[in-house]
């Protein structure tokens, strides 16, 4: 399967949904600190992303810099109550699914599955 970067500040939704994309076949890296992710990580190292930030604007400076910083997979955003205007500005900015919580795991993995 892919090699999955995961980007999640809410503990209980990152362990469910690292269980879901490894249950899947998927190797999952996990980011909990946000500022070093994006000085040292390489998103070239990864085949897809699934970002689920409480904060608009950090979930949608992941997934702006997920791109810059050479991710050519999938980038699967998920957010609370996003009104159209962010959806849309997540897939200006590169994200090729936007999901709308309450959102189960075997969702986002089902829709990761779909983009690879």
């Given amino acids: 399967m892919a090699r999955v970067l995961l980007a999640c500040d809410d ?18 890296s996990r980011v909990v600190n946000f500022r070093l992710a994006f000085d040292g990580l390489s998103f070239r190292d990864h085949e897809a992303v699934v970002v689920e930030l409480d904060q608009r604007i950090r979930r949608e400076e992941f997934v ?3 791109r810059l910083r050479g991710c050519r997979g999938p980038v699967v955003a998920v957010g609370e109550s996003l009104p159209g205007w962010q959806v849309t500005r997540l897939r200006a900015l590169g994200a090729g699914s936007v999901l709308q919580r309450p959102v189960d795991a075997s969702e986002v993995v089902g829709e990761l599955g779909r983009l690879l």
């Fill in 11 to 28: 503990a209980r939704s990152r362990v469910e949904l690292e269980r879901a994309l490894a249950g899947a076949g998927h190797e999952v």
């Fill in 64 to 66: 702006r810099r997920a």
